[in-house]
């Protein structure tokens, strides 16, 4: 498991160059390694829109900003004023929340030792880091202790709306790691009044066809791994979502916001809280 949870960490170069490209991110996070991934893929890109299907990048993105709305939805509802963006990688997602909403929003950004310590610094650099906007050190597949999603999470205030979020991350992870992600995530965000999870999710009967082959060996290329698909439908998504503790599920289309891009799918997982009205 060690040598897969290793093998993220190239996405992380590639995806801020896309961000930064798009004018989603700081200059501070992106990287020279990045913008070489970046250039080195177009040639591939240019073949999949050729074929008709969607860039690699343009499946980012679109993944990145449907998280994106359906966070500030959360957020304007009043349901978070609290954010753990787990495995965040160079995802400027964290400073573009804490420039937006300001001390109205608590936003944790989580990764393994060594990703964390180039955030840090990065946001160090950006002037974003404070009482509201820090970088922790986790492992989300360790089940407690120090460094574990829970341990984080208790340190947290219980009057405020918690939201758990990734991007990117499942696919790198067994079918049972991502199981016991949920169930931890859903007992967790239990004791908060409203508790959230969204996350990007691939389910195996929209994985069909060169299109989506060339997408996912192009991701499996970068992160030097197989890329995980553990569910086949959306029924079955939903029902284990269920059985991991979440009260209810939706998992949108990234159709919603792109023509075109019905193959991204992210999840919008809610717990009622201990002490939330019925």
């Known amino acids: 498991m060690g040598e897969s949870r290793a093998s993220i960490s190239p996405t992380a170069y590639y995806t801020g160059a896309v961000w930064a490209r798009h004018g989603l991110s700081h200059p501070a996070l992106s990287s020279v390694r990045g913008r070489l991934m970046y250039r080195s893929a177009q040639p591939a890109m240019a073949i999949a829109e050729a074929l008709g299907g969607t860039r690699l990048e343009d499946f980012l993105l679109t993944r990145h900003l449907l998280i994106d709305r359906l966070l500030v939805e ?130 195996g009967g929209e994985s069909n066809g060169l299109i989506t082959a060339i997408g996912v060996r192009a991701l499996s290329a970068f992160v030097r791994g197989r890329v995980e698909i553990h569910f086949e439908d959306e029924e079955v998504a939903i029902a284990a979502l269920a059985d991991a503790g979440f009260d209810g599920a939706i998992l949108h289309s990234g159709s919603e916001i792109a023509d075109g891009a019905g193959g991204v799918r992210v999840i919008e997982a809610t717990v009622r809280g201990e002490g939330a009205g019925s």
């Open 74 to 203: 959360a957020v304007e509802r009043g349901e978070v004023s609290q954010v753990i963006e787990v495995a965040a990688g160079l995802s400027p997602r964290g400073w573009r929340f804490v420039e937006r909403y300001g001390d109205g929003l608590t936003y944790i950004e989580t990764d393994l030792p060594g990703m964390a310590a180039r955030k840090r610094a990065a946001l160090e650099r950006v002037g974003s880091l404070g009482p509201g906007h820090r970088v922790q050190e986790l492992d989300a597949l360790r089940g407690d202790g120090e460094e574990s999603l829970p341990s984080l999470i208790a340190e947290l205030d219980p009057s405020g709306g918690l939201a758990i979020v990734s991007e990117g991350l499942l696919s790198y992870l067994d079918r049972e790691s991502v199981l016991d992600l949920w169930r931890r995530a859903a007992e967790s965000l239990r004791r908060f009044p409203h508790g959230l999870m969204l996350s990007d999710l691939h389910l």
